[in-house]
């Protein structure tokens, strides 16, 4: 079992940033591939950003490419996902999730794919 809990979300202007945290549970965490999803109001939950169980392989949305960085920090069961220039359309419920790695490159492509979810954390951009 793996528990997810995310903080560092809040209201930000656009243009600001924001830096999310997911702090994982249990002694397993390197043996997931990670990943945050972002979902706004009536719309699908979607893959924005994931890493791979050793951080080398990384995948980015083309909505959040050269503004976002997801990283992992191992030792302290932790993942990132830094946010910068942020715009009004990023607002959203931002979910981290961990599914079990089928390879060292593996990165869950869909929101299927993950075994445990966080409980969400909402960002919000004013224009």
């Known amino acids: 079992q793996v528990q997810l809990v995310e903080s560092g979300g809040g209201l930000v202007q656009a243009g600001g940033s924001l830096r999310l945290s997911c702090a994982a549970s249990g002694r397993t965490f390197v043996t997931y591939a990670m990943g945050w999803f972002r979902q706004a109001p009536g719309k699908e939950r979607e893959l924005i950003a994931g890493i791979s169980l050793n951080g080398g392989e990384r995948y980015y949305a083309d909505s959040v490419k050269g503004r976002f960085t997801i990283s992992r920090d191992i030792p302290k069961n932790t993942m990132y996902l830094q946010m910068n220039s942020l715009k009004p359309e990023d607002s959203a419920v931002y979910y981290c999730?961990?599914?079990?790695?089928?390879?060292?490159?593996?990165?869950?492509?869909?929101?299927?794919?993950?075994?445990?979810w966080g409980q969400g954390a909402q960002v919000t951009v004013s224009s």
């Open positions: 999730a961990a599914v079990r790695a089928r390879s060292y490159f593996y990165i869950g492509e869909s929101a299927g794919e993950y075994d445990y």
